[in-house]
């Protein structure tokens, strides 16, 4: 069984910085691609970043600048470094992880951590 576990979400003045982690128990870490993705209530959940197995990364437009994804395939685990931290950035950051298994692709959902980001 696959789990994971986001940490690091807190309240932060504009302009301020973050790291979040996800820490993934089970097997085949390396495996899956991994993505963070946010969700403010009552809106669609929307993909952050995202990480392949070979480390090559993917932006959404409004953090590209911003944020920067990567994984530790020995600790099993992804950050994202969020910096110039902005009012919009608030949300619930999920991790994500997926794989394609043949025509299927499995996937994968943290519980979600909540960054705050106060003016």
């Known amino acids: 069984q696959v789990q994971l576990v986001e940490s690091g979400g807190d309240l932060v003045q504009v302009g301020g910085s973050l790291k979040l982690s996800c820490t993934v128990s089970?097997?085949?870490?390396?495996?899956?691609?991994m993505g963070w993705y946010r969700q403010v209530a009552g809106k669609q959940r929307d993909l952050v970043a995202d990480?392949?197995?070979?480390?090559?990364?993917n932006y959404g437009d409004s953090v590209a600048a911003r944020f920067t994804i990567s994984r530790d395939n020995a600790k099993n685990t992804m950050y994202l470094q969020m910096n110039n931290l902005k009012p919009e950035d608030t949300a619930v950051y999920y991790c994500?992880?997926?794989?394609?298994?043949?025509?299927?692709?499995?996937?994968?959902w943290g519980q979600g951590t909540q960054v705050t980001v106060s003016s």
């Open positions: 990480i392949t197995t070979g480390s090559t990364t």
């Open positions: 089970g097997s085949g870490f390396s495996n899956y691609v």
């Open positions: 994500n992880a997926k794989k394609r298994v043949g025509t299927v692709t499995i996937t994968y």
